[in-house]
């Protein structure tokens, strides 16, 4: 028998980098591993919090029924494209994921090279919240902030920044990506209008577009204009299309409208790479498929909307807030009289103290009359 040997390798301390643990993960000053968001009666901590709609999980029921083939070569994912076409009005391609990170980070990956940037607000969920994805996915990738009321990134600024930051000087770093988020960060959401106005100069420049639409639904309803109006036709490259803030377990579409699509290819080998192209797609165009059904996903972002509404009825009423943004969408900032904050947070109101020293409420699909007749009796004290 051979003899069995342990290599071991000593190392020596010199070469041990020093490595600070990474701390286990906190979503914001409330750290809501303790507090569970069930123990809430009023649930506005975030839209991430709500449940599956039921109609959501049957689907996944249905495709649960038997074979399919894997890494979305299947017919549920090739019907979600071919409904997606039909809802946009146009050709395009799909990339499923199940986190809008994981969207945001591979669509920019294939719109921005390493040696490049990617112009956004300076509020933005890839630039606040993504923990460096997009510059690690784009492998070096920079981010360059741009600032603008309400979280919209003000057309000015992106004209100043494009004729600042070249494309040809050899110092700078060339902007070839812009990206803009509707519904954005502050619960805002940009018209087609408003989009074109950052949309053009940019592409006159030679950028693409990316499109974060985490909550595009609510802006969509908000807006009432058309799927296509508010993406490729105000000049949207890719959509990151999210399904998962409003009812669905997991659930984003990457969509490429134009010439993007000829990027189809790499975006997949990126998706593979990454370990983000999941091997039971079927599962996730089951998902999107149901949400899409008899304009579910459209009556869902409807009543989160009307619901954030309410809440911003019911605060501005009190007397003890002011909005901190409009309320486009399904979310709600407001600065509260701390007596009012307090009131709030001993009823059992859930929500979240914001960096910019308001308070931040989400209403969902699923937020209840009786916890916006909570949040009434929590006002009136
Ligand atoms: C605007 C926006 N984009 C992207 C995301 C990312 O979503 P996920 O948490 O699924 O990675 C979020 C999540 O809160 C968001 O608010």
New binding site residues.
């Given amino acids: 028998m051979a003899e069995r040997r342990e290599r071991v390798w000593p190392i020596p301390t010199r070469f041990v980098m020093p490595c600070p643990p990474v701390s286990p993960i906190q979503h914001s000053a409330i750290d809501d591993r303790d507090q569970v968001p069930n123990v809430f009666a009023m649930k506005f901590l ?3 919090t709500s449940p599956a709609h039921p109609d959501v999980l049957a689907a996944l029921a249905k495709a649960n029924e038997g074979y399919a083939p894997s890494y979305g070569n299947d017919p549920l994912t090739a019907e979600l494209r071919e409904r997606l076409a039909a809802l946009f009005g146009c050709e395009l391609d799909i990339v499923l994921t ?7 980070a591979l669509a920019l990956s294939v719109l921005c090279p390493s040696h490049a940037v990617i112009l956004c607000h300076d509020e ?3 630039h606040r ?2 923990r460096g994805a997009p510059e690690f996915f784009t492998g070096g990738g920079k981010l360059l902030p741009l600032k603008g009321d309400h979280a919209k990134i003000d057309p000015a600024l992106l004209a100043a920044a494009l004729a600042e930051w070249p494309q040809d000087f050899v110092h700078t770093t060339p902007p070839r990506a812009l990206s803009i ?1 509707n ?3 502050s619960g805002c959401a940009y018209s087609p209008r408003e989009l074109m106005e950052l949309t053009a100069p940019a592409k006159a420049k030679g950028l693409s577009v990316h499109l ?4 595009f639904a609510n802006a969509l309803v908000s807006l009432g204009c058309s799927p296509a109006d508010m993406s490729w036709k105000a000049g949207g490259d890719i959509l ?1 299309f ?1 399904a ?2 409003n009812a669905a377990l ?1 659930a ?1 579409a990457i969509i490429l409208f134009g010439e993007t699509r000829d990027r189809l290819g790499e975006l997949q080998a990126r998706q593979k790479r990454s370990g983000h192209m999941g091997p039971k797609a079927r599962f996730i165009a089951a998902q999107m498929c149901a949400w899409l059904d008899n304009d579910l996903w459209l009556d869902l972002a409807r009543k989160a909307n009307s619901a954030a509404r309410e809440i911003e009825r019911l605060l501005m009423r009190s007397g003890g807030a002011e909005m901190a943004h409009p309320v486009d969408g399904n979310e709600v900032f407001a600065r509260l009289d701390p007596v009012l904050a307090d009131q709030l947070q001993k009823a059992g109101a859930g929500f979240y103290a914001w960096p910019d020293g308001s308070a931040r409420f989400v209403a969902s699909w699923c937020t209840s009359a009786e916890e916006l007749a909570a949040f009434e009796a929590a006002i009136n004290g």
């Avoid at 199940?98 to 945001?104: K, L």
């Avoid at 974060?212 to 909550?215: F, L, P, S, V, Y």
């Fill in positions: 975030s839209d991430t199940t986190s809008g990170t994981a969207s945001n933005a969920h890839i919240d993504e988020s519904l954005n960060e974060d639409g985490a909550r990151c999210g998962t803030k997991g984003e």
